[in-house]
Every structure is written in C-alpha cells, then in structure tokens.
C-alpha cells in the first residue's frame, strides 16, 4: 500500500521574533508543526481560513520543542492530537518553574543552560527573558492533558518520519516528510537559511551540538523549513 502523500504548505513564515507554522494535508489528515506565539491566534486563524480550514479542521499538532513561540497555540485547535517530547516537557517545566519562582533567576538559569555564561547575558538582558517568557508561557495553551501524545512512543502519522535534532534545546525533534519530495521541517534545529541570521530566540542549549545538528539537516539536500525564515533548498557545496 503506497505511503501518504503530504503536501507542505507554510501558513505563517516565522521571522526574528516569530516561529514558522507550517500546515501538512494528506487524504483527510489536516497537521500543523509548530503553533506560534499566543498573541498570533487571529492571523493563524485568518491563515487557515485563506485556505478553507477552520482550527477544527486540525486533528494533529507536533511541537518541534516547548519554548513559547512555538507552542502558544495548541489550545487553538479542540480536535487535535498533540504530539510533544516528554522528555522536553519535563525539561522546559522544570526550567521555567525554576526561573519563575527565583528572585535572581541568573542563578538558576546555567543548570538548564549550561553555556550560559560564554554567550555574555547581563543580569538585566536575563532578567528581561524572564519577564517575557512569564508573560507568555501558560500550560493550558498547550492543550489538554487528554490531547497530548509524547513523541517517544506515539506513532506519527504514515509518511511523516521523527528526527532527533538537539542543540538548540536538549530534547528537539524535527519531522522529516518522507512521502512525495521530501521535506524537513526544522523548527528552531535550523533557525535560517543563513547560520548567523540575527533571531530573537533564546541561546542554544549546546553549541557544539546545535552547529552539528544544523550540518546533519542540511546535509541530507532536503528542502528545509526553518523555525524562523523563509523555505529553502541547501546549495550544494555550501553547506555551513
């Protein structure tokens, strides 16, 4: 029996400030990788409605990781299974109960980021981070505890294959879509088509592991949506 065909089609292309949300269809199967910030559920629903689709439309969610811009809507979309890591649940609610309930929450931060201190964050610049992410971060936009599937045992959907991507947070995945031309949708494993495009997001967990990362996605040829610019096909031979 042939593997679904998928066809990718980028609602929101993500910016500086913004995470790509990317729309897959196969036969009946409406999926969005990535939901954005909470702050863009009108121009996602107006998205959608562009293309004849309402948020009940959507029977899927994958989150390539949990930080706030790319997991803010999941709640948008009641009919959804919600497909994250568990592992990088754990992480990130550990992490930001840890920062939001720390008065000094520079302090606490290098236990999650442990390469904190060479990217050079004054205090007041981590503190702001914090800020930000307090007002953005609420677990009920993830969606409902019934909705969730964790990615380390649930099956994706025929044709949409899991890939390992870490560095940019410890536990991040991308989705390869395997049938037709394939097609990486990276997230934040590749933030750009350009490796130092300046990107409001946060440090990576692990340089050395982001950088390889980055050259493994890349590498494969594949057409790549990045977590924070526009679509491409790597040049062959430039590969950085």
């Not at 949300?21 to 196969?26: E, F, H, K, P, R």
């Not at 990130?92 to 109960?97: G, H, K, L, R, V």
Request: hydrophobic share 40%.
């Amino acid at each position: 029996m042939p593997s679904a065909v998928w066809t990718v089609d980028v609602l929101l292309e993500g910016t500086e400030s913004s995470s790509t949300c990317t729309l897959l269809t196969a036969d009946r199967h409406r999926l969005i990788v990535d939901t954005g910030l909470s702050d863009q559920e009108a121009v996602l629903t107006r998205a959608l409605a562009h293309r004849g689709l309402l948020p009940t439309d959507i029977d899927a969610v994958i989150n390539t990781h949990l930080h706030i811009d790319h997991c803010g809507n999941n709640s948008m979309f009641p009919n959804a299974t919600v497909f994250m890591s568990q592992q990088e649940w754990a992480w990130t609610e550990a992490f930001y109960a840890a920062i939001f309930n720390s008065e000094t929450p520079e302090t606490v931060m290098p236990t999650f980021y442990p390469q904190l201190a060479s990217h050079g964050l004054k205090t007041r610049a981590i503190r702001n981070i914090v800020r930000l992410a307090q007002m953005f971060w609420d677990p009920a936009r993830l969606g409902r505890e019934g909705q969730r599937r964790w990615l380390e045992t649930a099956p994706l959907p025929e044709g949409l294959e899991l890939l390992s991507t870490p560095g940019h947070t410890p536990h991040h995945v991308s989705i390869l879509v395997t049938a037709g031309e394939p097609v990486i949708i990276a997230g934040d494993a590749v933030l750009t088509e350009e490796h130092d495009a300046a990107v409001r997001t946060m440090i990576p967990f692990s340089r050395e592991q982001f950088a390889a990362t980055r050259h493994a996605l890349l590498n494969h040829g594949h057409r790549i949506v990045p977590g924070h610019g526009a679509a491409f096909l790597p040049k062959i031979g430039s590969v950085i």
